[in-house]
Nanobody, 125 residues
Framework: QVQLVESGGGLVQAGGSLRLSCAAS????????MGWFRQAPGREREFVAS????????NYADSVKGRFTISRDNAKNSVYLQMNSLNPSDTAVYYC??????????????????WGQGTQVTVSS
């Protein structure tokens, strides 16, 4: 069993930056691909970014490419999402997730087995 806890969300002005963190429990964290997803009000949850257990490859949604960077530190059982050049359309609850069995950097929510509770990111115009 893996438990995931996100942090780092908050209110930021358009053009600003935030860094989200996801702390994981469990000895096998370092072997799991990890992903970030988000859900805006009235919308379905969508893929943001993912990273293989080794740190490569990574995968990004087109809407965040060049602005967001996913990384991980297996020694700290943590995965991060650096978000730059934020705009109001990035406002959402952000979730991290772990996949037990998949390989690579998957974007499908269906392959992720463990989910955090989410952290709110609000970008004001």
């Amino acid at each position: 069993q893996v438990q995931l806890v996100e942090s780092g969300g908050g209110l930021v002005q358009a053009g600003g930056s935030l860094r989200l963190s996801c702390a994981a429990s469990g000895r096998t964290f370092s072997s799991y691909p990890m992903g970030w997803f988000r859900q805006a009000p009235g919308r379905e949850r969508e893929f943001v970014a993912s990273i293989n257990w080794s740190g490569v490859p990574t995968n990004y949604a087109d809407s965040v490419k060049g602005r967001f960077t996913i990384s991980r530190d297996n020694a700290k059982n943590s995965v991060y999402l650096q978000m730059n050049s934020l705009n109001p359309s990035d406002t959402a609850v952000y979730y991290c997730a772990a996949s037990r069995l998949w390989v690579g950097a998957p974007s499908s929510q269906q392959v992720y087995d463990y989910w955090g509770q989410g952290t709110q990111v609000t970008v004001s115009s």
